[in-house]
Structure formats: structure tokens, C-alpha cells
């Protein structure tokens, strides 16, 4: 059988198109962050105010990593790199995690340990 008509190659495109996606969402939300602290923005502003509170979350596990940067009312904010990093590589390596799962033909399989060795 071919692996690429295998019955699970849609549900794994479809799951690591999912990830890719929120994994897109997220980081442009952090670079959001970024920026805005970056440039200064007032905190206290709507969309300020709102895309800090979305991100914090997801910032929180980093912020007492790096020290904060700040020059003039711009914050460089290390933090938020650091976690546009990891939440990067935790959706590489899920998505990894899907591909290992997908049906693989015998020849197919002694081939790619050919190419391992």
C-alpha cells in the first residue's frame, strides 16, 4: 500500500495544518507584543491593553529569565522572543510527532533506515 493513500495521511495533513495554524495565530499575537512594547505604546490603550492581556499568558513562564532592556519609554522585551522560540519548537516537534505516525510501506521504511545508517 502506498503511505500517501493511506486512510491516516488526511487526519495527520489536517492535524499538522492545525498546528502550523495556531502556532501562526500565536506568534503573530506575540509579535504583536513585541512590537508595541518595543515602540513604547500606551499601555493603557485598547489594543495595547488587549494584546498584552491575551499574551500574558503565554509570556508568564519567561518573564524572570531575562531582564527587561528599557531605553526611553521602549521596552526590549527578551521575554516574548524566548517564547516565540519555544512555543515554535514545541510545534515543530508535535507536528514531528504526527509524521512518525503515518503509515509507512515496507520499502519505504528500509529505504529510510538505509539512508539513517
Do not use: C, H
Amino acid at each position: 500500500m502506498d503511505s500517501y493513500n493511506s486512510p491516516t495521511t488526511k487526519p495527520l495533513f489536517k492535524g499538522t495544518q492545525i498546528v502550523w495554524y495556531v502556532l501562526s495565530l500565536l506568534e503573530i499575537l506575540l509579535a504583536f507584543r513585541f512590537a508595541l512594547k518595543f515602540m513604547g505604546a500606551n499601555p493603557v490603550a485598547g489594543f495595547t491593553s488587549f494584546i498584552y492581556g491575551i499574551t500574558r499568558p503565554f509570556t508568564a513562564p519567561f518573564l524572570a529569565v531575562f531582564p527587561q532592556t528599557t531605553l526611553e519609554g521602549s521596552v526590549f522585551e527578551w521575554t516574548t522572543l524566548l517564547a516565540m522560540l519555544v512555543y515554535w519548537i514545541i510545534a515543530y516537534a508535535i507536528v514531528r510527532l504526527f509524521l512518525i505516525s503515518k503509515t509507512v510501506s515496507t520499502p519505504e521504511a528500509a529505504a529510510k533506515l538505509k539512508e539513517e545508517e
